[in-house]
Structure formats: C-alpha cells, structure tokens
T-cell receptor
C-alpha cells in the first residue's frame, strides 16, 4: 500500500456537467476525509466517514455534492451540475482508528495528491 | 476570526537563516498538526503534537497548550524548504481538522 490514491488527478469539465472523484485510502485506515482547497487558501472541510458511515458534512456543501463510501474502503465524491465556483483541488485523507499515540481521538492523517477540478 | 491563525502569511529569507512560523488557535484541542505543501504538490504531514516539542532533522515543532500556541522552526534553511506550511488542529471531541490559512515560505539561495 503506497498511500492514499486519488483519481483523476485533473478533470476539466463544462459548467452543468457532473463529475466524480475517487479516493482509495490506506487499507487499514477506517477514517476518510474530503477537503477542498482553492488557490492561496488552506484546505476546507467537506465531509468525513468512519468506515461506511458519513458522520459529518460541512454546512458549506450544497445539495449538488454527495459522497459515499459504500464498503468502508474507497470513497467517491460526486458534484452534480458543476459551477465555475466548484473549481478547486479536492483532497482526500485517511487516518487509522486507534493510532492515537496516547492521545484521545488524535490520528496522523495521510493525504492524497488531490484531484484538480476546472469548470469552464 | 478564524479558529486557527498563522503568522506570517508570507515569509522570504536567505538560505541558512533560522525560520519561525507561528500558529495560534482558539479552541481546546487534542492534537495539532504541522503540514507541508510544495507548489503543485500534495500535503505531507510533518508533525503531530499534543505537548512539548518534537524534532525531525532541521525541523522543530513546539506547542504551549496553556497559551494555545505552536511554532514551527527550520534551522539552516535551504531553498528546498520553500513551500506552504499549514497548521491544523483537531478540536477536542471532534474528528475533523481545522486548518490555518498557511504560511508561504520562500528561501532564496
């Protein structure tokens, strides 16, 4: 296992089209996060899974965004009817349950390289 | 006001200089992460801290829980250290990281 994989690395689409990104986390990690990053900004939380359960979704996320993690392994993030404002880098990260190094609830995150979305 | 504030936002220095990047946060945390992102690159975890100090090579990270403050230091800085350094905190009870805006570091040869 070489880390967190994201696909595609870059997607260019026309406004109004649907896009889907995939994230394959580190196999023994049960937590998976999606973040969005725009140029010059820090990552912005989108949603979080523990196993297959989506435990939290950002209030900033519109109904056009949906994420799944059907078997508690890989995850998909779908954006419907894309808008130019959706253009960003979509980052996936995974962390391992119990890897707390003595710290309650703390885990080391491993990030994927990201999927860059450009909406024309 | 953001829950996590970093300073400076931009920092330019000459090769060899000692670098300090600061992070202040306003919530109780269970851990703080320092992350590095090279231009066009992915995010790499440098340190995870809950107290005290950690050192890895030329990088040193400290945290003061009472003052809600952490610093990242780079000794003998090198142009390859040029990157965005991001502070992120894991709030107590929460399971998501809250990120600072990042500090863009440029080291000139």
């Amino acid at each position: 296992d070489t880390g967190v994989s994201q696909d595609p690395r870059h997607k260019i689409t026309k406004r109004g089209q649907n896009v889907t990104f995939r994230c394959d986390p580190i196999s023994e990690h049960n937590r998976l996060y999606w973040y969005r990053q725009t140029l010059g900004q820090g990552p912005e939380f989108l949603t979080y899974f523990q196993n297959e359960a989506q435990l939290e979704k950002s209030r900033l996320l519109s109904d056009r965004f949906s994420a799944e993690r059907p078997k508690g392994s890989f995850s998909t993030l779908e954006i419907q009817r894309t808008e130019q404002g959706d253009s960003a880098m979509y980052l996936c990260a995974s962390s391992g349950y119990g890897e707390d190094r003595g710290l309650t609830g703390a885990n080391v995150l491993t990030f994927g390289a990201g999927s860059r979305l450009t909406v024309l | 006001k953001n829950e996590v504030e970093q300073s400076p936002q931009n920092l330019t220095a000459q090769e060899g200089e000692f670098i300090t990047i600061n992070c202040s946060y306003s919530v109780g945390i269970s851990a703080l992460h320092w992350l590095q992102q090279h231009p066009g690159g992915g995010i790499v975890s440098l340190f995870m801290l809950s107290s005290g100090k950690k050192k890895h090579g030329r990088l040193i990270a400290t945290i003061n829980i009472q003052e809600k403050h952490s610093s990242l230091h780079i000794t003998a800085s090198h142009p390859r250290d040029s990157a965005v350094y991001i502070c992120a905190v894991l709030a107590k009870g929460a399971q998501k990281l809250v990120f600072g805006q990042g500090t863009r570091l440029t080291i000139n040869p």
